[in-house]
């Protein structure tokens, strides 16, 4: 699920982009081992799930910071 850039802008206002990376940091370190736990637990794991998930929404609001910075 995307969220529109102005949903994200909301959302992450108060929060340093060095504070999105280490928070994106630590999510890809928790998914991994999760996954390292066992592939097929780990997917049907709702906590991966919404690791996966908010990996997403900190990746996006990276990304759109950098675009903005670009323009």
Do not use: C, Q
């Not at 736990?37 to 990746?59: K, M, P, Q, T």
């Amino acid at each position: 699920m995307m969220f529109p850039p102005e949903d994200l802008k909301a959302m992450y206002i108060k929060v340093t982009t060095e504070d999105l990376e280490a928070r994106l940091e630590e999510l890809r370190d928790k998914i991994s081992h999760l996954r390292s736990r066992g592939l097929s637990w780990a997917y049907d794991s709702r906590e991966i799930r919404i690791a996966e998930h908010n990996e997403d929404l900190v990746f996006a609001e990276l990304r759109r910071r950098k675009e903005e910075d670009v323009k």
